[in-house]
C-alpha cells in the first residue's frame, strides 16, 4: 500500500547494518536530555555537551531544561503510561529518589555496569544507583556537607576559624550562645518544616531511615535520635533563625542574619554571590554527632544522570556520558570553577582546581577539604521510600520543637511511615 | 423503495441521529467513560510503580490505617466546612452592597473584588507567601497596629497555616461567586422590594425574607460548586506549601495526597486511584444532600 514507508523502512534497516560494520562508533542521533536548574546542571551538560561535540561533531545534544518537580512528574507519567516515545534519552534523577524509579520501573533504565569504571566513583555514590548488583546511573554532583561561617560574626564573638574546625554539636550551640550575646546575630537558619538538616546529622551518623535490606529503621536509629535530639537543642537554645520554605531560608544568610551554613557543597555558588561578603567567609567540617562511628562528613541532595532503555541513541549517550563524566578529568575542573560543582569522580580531586585557593573564602583551599570530606561521607541505603519517610519526620517537627521526647517521637515517625511503606 | 414505509423512515432517522452524536460519543467514550472505569479498576490494584497485582479491597482496608489519609481527609472537611460558608455569606453581601444603585465608583469595586480569581494562581500564591511570612507586611501590619504581641507563625504553626489557607481561598474566590449574585440580583423585579418598603420591611428583613429566598437557585449552585472546588483543593496548597501540606500534614488535602502518591512519593497508582474515588463518593453525597436541604416544599 505505502510503498515509501517500507522503503524507508528499508533504508533504515540497511543503514542499522551498515553501522554494525562501522569500525568506530560514528553515530549521527539527537540525545535529548532532561533536567533542571539552568545555573546548574543544564549549565554542566551545556558544558559536557560541547566538548563531546566537539569530538564528535555528528552527534546533537539537545538539553531541556524543566523545574525539578517537572522533571519528576514527566518521567514518572511517561513510563507509567508505558510510552516511551515521550521519554527523553537521558534523565537527571535525585539520588533520594533513584532506587524508587529503578524498583517500580524494571527495565526502564540502561544498565552501564561492564560500559562505566565504577571503582573511580565515591562508593556512596555508587551504591546508591546499584539494584541486584547491576550499576545503572552515571554518577554526578556530590551534595558532600560542610559548614560555611561567618569569619566576622565569630570574632567579634571572640572566636578564631581554628575554634571551628572539628567540633561537636553541643560546642556548636554554646558558641551559637555566644555569638549571639555578642553580635545579636543567630548561628544558622533552619527550615522548620523540612527534614534536610535531620538527614545530613543522620548520615553523618552512618544511618538512614532504612537498614540494609530496606526495612524502616526508626525506633533503634542511634544517629536519627541524635539529630533529632541535636535539632531539639537548638530549637530550645533558639539560636537559630526559622525560615518557611527554600526561599526564606537562602536569604537568612544572604542578607547577613546568620553566623554559619550547614548545607550541601553545591549552596557555595549561592554564598559567593553576595560580592559584598567576599572574605567574610570560612569552610569547616560538619560538627559532628555525639555517638559510636559518626563522622564529620555527609551528604545533601545530589543527582545521577540516567539513560533510558528505550532510547534510539542508548550507546551513542551512554558513550557520550562515559567519556566526559567518566573519564574527563579537565571537565571536573571547568565545572569546579564555573558553577563550584563538586562531582563524585575521584580522579577529579586531582585537577588544578581543586588546588586553588578561592579569594571569596580569604584564600582557603576549600575545594580540596570538600573532596576530602567526600571520601569520608558514610554510605547508606537510601531505600526506596525515603520522601515518604521524610514526610513523616516533618510531619512531626513542630512537636519536636515543642519539646516532646524524642522517643515518643520516633514512635509516631515509625508508625505514619509504616503506613505509607505499602 | 425501503426508505418511504414509515418503520424505514424512522430508522433512516436513527441511524441519521445516532451518526450526528457519534463523534461526540467517541471522544467521550475515550476520554470520560475509559478512564473512569479504567481508574475504578485500578483501585483494586496496589504495588510499587508499574509492578502491580490484584489486591481486592486491600486499598480500601489501607485508607482506615493511613494517618496522612485521616489528616488530608480531616482538612478537607474542615476547609469547606469552614470556608464555603464564610465565602457565600461574604459574596452574598458584597453583592447586595454593589447592587445599591446609589453607590459610586460600583464598576470600580466589582472589578476589584473580582480581579482575585483572574489572576494567575501562581503569582497570588507567590505574594501571599511574601505576604505571610514571619517578617511579611501583614505581620509587620499587625505588630504595628498593636493588635498582636509577637508576629503570627502563619505558614510554620499547623493552626495559623489552615486559616491562612482559608484566607487565600477566601480572598480568590469570593469575587467569582459575587459576580454570580450580582447577576441574579438583576432579575429579581424591583416592585417586591418597594411593596416590601411601602408594608415597612427593614433593609435588613428585605435582605433576609426577599434577596435570600429569591436568589435560592443561585446559592445553591454556587455552594455545589464551591463545595466541589473546595473538596478537590491541590493549588493554592501546593504552592503555598511547596507541595508538602505542612507544616505537620495541618494543610494536607485528598487531592495533594493523590499527587504526592502519583509523583512524589513511590509511586502508588491503586491507592491513589482508590483516593480519588473517595473524593467522587463524598461530591455525589455533599451534592444529593444540598439539593435535598434546598429542595421545593410545595
Redesign the interface.
Known amino acids: 500500500m505505502d510503498m515509501s514507508r517500507y522503503l524507508r523502512k528499508f533504508a533504515a534497516a540497511a543503514a542499522a547494518g551498515v553501522s554494525l560494520f562501522a569500525a568506530t562508533a560514528s553515530w549521527a542521533g539527537e540525545i535529548t536530555i532532561w533536567c533542571w536548574d539552568p545555573n546548574f546542571n543544564v549549565a554542566i551538560m551545556k558544558e559536557a555537551g560541547a566538548r563531546y561535540t566537539a569530538k564528535h561533531p555528528e552527534t546533537t545534544i539537545n538539553i531541556v531544561d524543566f523545574a525539578k518537580?517537572d522533571v519528576?512528574?514527566k518521567l514518572?507519567?511517561a513510563?507509567?503510561s508505558?510510552t516511551s516515545d515521550a521519554l527523553p534519552d537521558i534523565v537527571l534523577i535525585e539520588d533520594y529518589g533513584a532506587q524508587?524509579y529503578l524498583?517500580?520501573?524494571?527495565g526502564a533504565f540502561a544498565e552501564l555496569s561492564g560500559k562505566v569504571d565504577f571503582s573511580g566513583f565515591a562508593p556512596y555514590k555508587v551504591q546508591l544507583m546499584t539494584l541486584d548488583d547491576k550499576v545503572y546511573g552515571m554518577p554526578f554532583d556530590s551534595g558532600v556537607t560542610g559548614m560555611y561561617f561567618r569569619k566576622d560574626y565569630l570574632e567579634q564573638a571572640g572566636f578564631k576559624p581554628e575554634d571551628m574546625q572539628n567540633i561537636t554539636w553541643d560546642r556548636f550551640i554554646e558558641i551559637g550562645k555566644e555569638v549571639e550575646a555578642k553580635t545579636g546575630k543567630k548561628m544558622m537558619g533552619l527550615d522548620?518544616?523540612d527534614a534536610g538538616f535531620i538527614r545530613i546529622l543522620m548520615q553523618s551518623g552512618g544511618q538512614w531511615y532504612f537498614d540494609d535490606e530496606g526495612n524502616l529503621n526508626i525506633e533503634n536509629n542511634a544517629a536519627l535520635k541524635a539529630a533529632l535530639e541535636t535539632e531539639q537543642k537548638i530549637l530550645q537554645a533558639g539560636i537559630h533563625k526559622?525560615a518557611?520554605?527554600?526561599t526564606?531560608w537562602v536569604s537568612t544568610f544572604t542578607s547577613g542574619d546568620v553566623a554559619t551554613v550547614i548545607t550541601g557543597v553545591w549552596i557555595t555558588g549561592t554564598v559567593k554571590a553576595q560580592a559584598d561578603q567576599a572574605g567574610k567567609w570560612g569552610v569547616a567540617p560538619i560538627p559532628k554527632l555525639d555517638i559510636e562511628g559518626a563522622r564529620h562528613a555527609s551528604n545533601l541532595g545530589g543527582s545521577s544522570w540516567y539513560v533510558l532503555e528505550s532510547s534510539d541513541v542508548k550507546d551513542e549517550a551512554i558513550d557520550f556520558l562515559n567519556e566526559i563524566y567518566a573519564k574527563d578529568v579537565d571537565f571536573y575542573q571547568k565545572i569546579l570553577v564555573d558553577r563550584g560543582a563538586v562531582g563524585s569522580l575521584l580522579a577529579a580531586r586531582t585537577g588544578p582546581a581543586y588546588e586553588q585557593a578561592d579569594d571569596f573564602f580569604g584564600g582557603e583551599k576549600v575545594w580540596q577539604n570538600f573532596s576530602d570530606w567526600l571520601a569520608q561521607v558514610p554510605s547508606v541505603n537510601y531505600g526506596?521510600?525515603t520522601?515518604?519517610v521524610d514526610?513523616a519526620v516533618?510531619?512531626?517537627?513542630?512537636?519536636l520543637a515543642k519539646g516532646a521526647p524524642v522517643d515518643e517521637i520516633l514512635k509516631k515517625i515509625h508508625?505514619?511511615a509504616e503506613?505509607?511503606m505499602? | 423503495m425501503a426508505g418511504l414505509r414509515t418503520g424505514g423512515l424512522k430508522r433512516y432517522y436513527d441511524v441519521n441521529g445516532w451518526l450526528f452524536i457519534a463523534p461526540a460519543l467517541a471522544l467521550i467514550s475515550i476520554f470520560l467513560v475509559y478512564p473512569i472505569i479504567r481508574s475504578l479498576v485500578l483501585s483494586f490494584y496496589s504495588g510499587k510503580g508499574m509492578m502491580m497485582r490484584f489486591a481486592g479491597f486491600g486499598n480500601i482496608e489501607r485508607l482506615a490505617s493511613d494517618p496522612v489519609f485521616l489528616a488530608a481527609l480531616t482538612n478537607t472537611v474542615v476547609f469547606f466546612v469552614v470556608q464555603v460558608p464564610i465565602m457565600i455569606m461574604l459574596a452574598l453581601i458584597l453583592a447586595s452592597v454593589l447592587n445599591n444603585p446609589d453607590l459610586r465608583f460600583k464598576g470600580f469595586f466589582r472589578t476589584a473584588i473580582f480581579l482575585p480569581c483572574v489572576s494567575s494562581l501562581v503569582a497570588y500564591s507567590v505574594l501571599f507567601k511574601s505576604m505571610f511570612a514571619v517578617d511579611g507586611v501583614v505581620n509587620s501590619a499587625l505588630v504595628a497596629l498593636g493588635l498582636v504581641e509577637v508576629p503570627i507563625p502563619w505558614l510554620t504553626d499547623p493552626f495559623w497555616a489552615k486559616v491562612l489557607i482559608i484566607l487565600a481561598l477566601t480572598w480568590r474566590w469570593t469575587g467569582y461567586n459575587m459576580i454570580f449574585y450580582l447577576a441574579a440580583l438583576q432579575n429579581i423585579d424591583k416592585s417586591i422590594y418597594e411593596a416590601a418598603r411601602i408594608d415597612g420591611v427593614p433593609s435588613w428583613g428585605r435582605f433576609l425574607y426577599i434577596t435570600i429566598p429569591m436568589l435560592k437557585p443561585v446559592i445553591l449552585f454556587t455552594t455545589i460548586v464551591s463545595t466541589i472546588g473546595t473538596i478537590q483543593l491541590f493549588d493554592e496548597v501546593y504552592n503555598l506549601t511547596e507541595g508538602r501540606g505542612g507544616p505537620a500534614n495541618s494543610t494536607i488535602t485528598l487531592s495533594l495526597y493523590i499527587y504526592n502518591l502519583t509523583f512524589r512519593y513511590m509511586p502508588s497508582f491503586g491507592y491513589a486511584a482508590t483516593i480519588s474515588y473517595v473524593i467522587v463518593v463524598m461530591v455525589a453525597v455533599l451534592s444529593f444532600l444540598q439539593f435535598y436541604a434546598a429542595r421545593d416544599r410545595s
Open positions: 518537580a519528576e512528574q514518572q507519567t513510563l507509567s508505558g524508587k524498583q517500580s520501573f524494571p522548620v518544616n526559622p518557611a520554605g527554600w526564606e526506596v521510600f520522601n515518604e514526610t516533618t510531619a512531626n517537627l513542630a512537636d508508625s505514619q503506613g505509607q505499602q
